[in-house]
């Protein structure tokens, strides 16, 4: 044989396992996604001949990716023995989702089904809220986070443990992932969370923007749920924003994008509130309660409109969902603002606002969908389509996380 035969011979075999690898992904994603099922099933949804179906699934049984979940009943005009039932077995591997918050910690640990078997949330009641965080208290979180989840992933026979660790935080990530500015956590800045996180857990890690991740379960599981873009945004004076484009956070050439705070309107919109973020709050659940709107909020919904439509004009969203302390201090502000848009965008563009769904959980929950897809991807050697749902495991009973819903109900 000469080389050119050799080449061909190559080419010919590479794409064979490739195959190999895309019916194997094909197989598993649909006994995840569709509960215990027949092969006839798989193959008429994979568009696989039953035969290979039968392959791929004998190889993910071997693997422990599958197994029997039982006989289908026959009926009364099927004749010969019921078929076979198989599941995708779940807890062939986890992952962990952790968020770092001001004075909390979420963590969520999950079976590569997307069952949620581990929750915890963590508050430090020594840090001053109105202090930033040293490195200290950073080390010290982390450490934490390490040692639960070490502590947390079963392991239980055929499992091949941890697969992924993700980690979300507030601040500004560079393009390699390393924290370039956060308020709350200056002992983060020049962190690179992931590579720690790589090196002391020995698994594949990411860190996300809070906001993007944020984005990311709003639009899987919460109210962004069919819209291919959106913007996700604080409804606060120094508006932050994530930015959806086709389900997935758009970053910009620095991974900058979305931090409309950027923008000074100072010398145009004064915030009455600089520095009284609390005077802020009240003033918003008194108005709920029934107070006036001062004229402080009026100048804050400006404030707020005008940060909103710069977004709205330039992205061309479906809908701005808006989240965050003051709407739920008070909801009616996004009434308000819906109100106020028009004086700031010309009539022939108008801007949807929605309230977001999920609440303090989305961050951690976009995170665990972001590393469950990515884990997913690795174990079966092929790329997966997004995982469709959450769902929990009996013991997973903390009142935090009523937020994540059975399949049948995935809004908060």
């Keep these: 044989m000469d080389d050119a035969d050799g080449a061909r011979g190559l080419t010919r075999g590479g794409r064979l396992l490739e195959l190999r690898k895309r019916s194997a992904a094909l197989t598993a994603q649909f006994l995840r996604d569709n509960g215990p099922v027949v092969l006839t099933d798989v193959a008429a949804a994979t568009g696989l001949s039953r035969p290979t ?25 099927e004749s010969g023995r019921p078929a076979m039932r198989y599941r995708f077995r779940g807890e062939i591997g986890y992952v962990a989702a952790v968020e770092i918050g001001k004075r909390s910690t979420h963590l969520l640990v999950s079976d590569l089904a997307g069952t ?8 430090d009641e020594r840090i001053d809220p109105d202090a930033p965080a040293s490195g200290e208290v950073v080390d010290a979180r982390l450490e934490e986070v390490w040692s639960a989840i070490a502590a947390l992933v079963p ?4 499992s091949a443990g941890l697969l992924g660790v993700g980690v979300c935080l507030q601040g500004l990530l560079g393009a390699d992932g390393v924290v ?20 002391k857990l020995g ?15 709003e639009h899987r599981l919460g109210a962004a749920q069919g819209l291919a873009s959106f913007v996700l945004a604080t409804a606060w004076p ?9 389900g997935v956070p758009y970053g910009g050439a620095e991974n900058r994008a979305g931090v409309m705070y950027r923008m000074d309107l100072s010398s145009l919109l004064p915030n009455p509130y ?6 802020l709050l009240r003033d918003l659940t008194d108005h709920r309660a029934g107070a006036p709107l001062s004229t402080g909020l009026r100048a804050v919904d400006d404030l707020i409109a005008v940060q909103l439509a710069a977004a709205g004009a330039t992205l061309d969203p479906q809908a701005v969902l808006l989240l965050g302390p003051a709407v739920e201090a008070d909801p009616g502000v996004i009434d308000r603002l819906a109100e106020r848009l028009p004086a700031f965008v010309s009539a022939d563009f108008p801007i949807e606002l929605r309230r977001a769904v999920l609440g303090p959980i989305a961050p951690v929950v976009g995170t665990l969908l972001r590393t469950l897809d990515e884990a997913s991807s690795r174990f079966f050697e092929d790329r997966m389509s997004p995982i469709p749902r959450l769902t929990r495991a009996a ?18």
């Design 53 to 77: 179906v039968m392959d791929r699934v004998g190889e993910l049984v071997e693997l422990g990716a599958a197994d029997v979940a039982g006989k289908r009943v026959a009926t009364s005009k």
């Design 116 to 123: 949620v078997v581990a929750a915890r949330r963590w508050v």
């Design 155 to 158: 392991r239980p026979e055929r």
């Design 180 to 199: 370039t500015r956060s308020t709350d956590f200056p002992g983060l800045i020049g962190v690179d969370v992931a590579g720690r996180t790589r090196e």
């Design 203 to 217: 698994v594949p890690a990411r860190v996300d923007h809070d906001l993007a991740a944020a984005g990311v379960a």
């Design 238 to 246: 120094t508006v932050a924003a994530s930015l959806m484009i086709d």
């Design 274 to 279: 600089a520095g009284d973020d609390a005077g």
């Design 395 to 412: 013991k997973v009973t903390d009142a935090w996380l009523e937020g994540i819903r059975p399949e049948e109900s995935q809004r908060a």
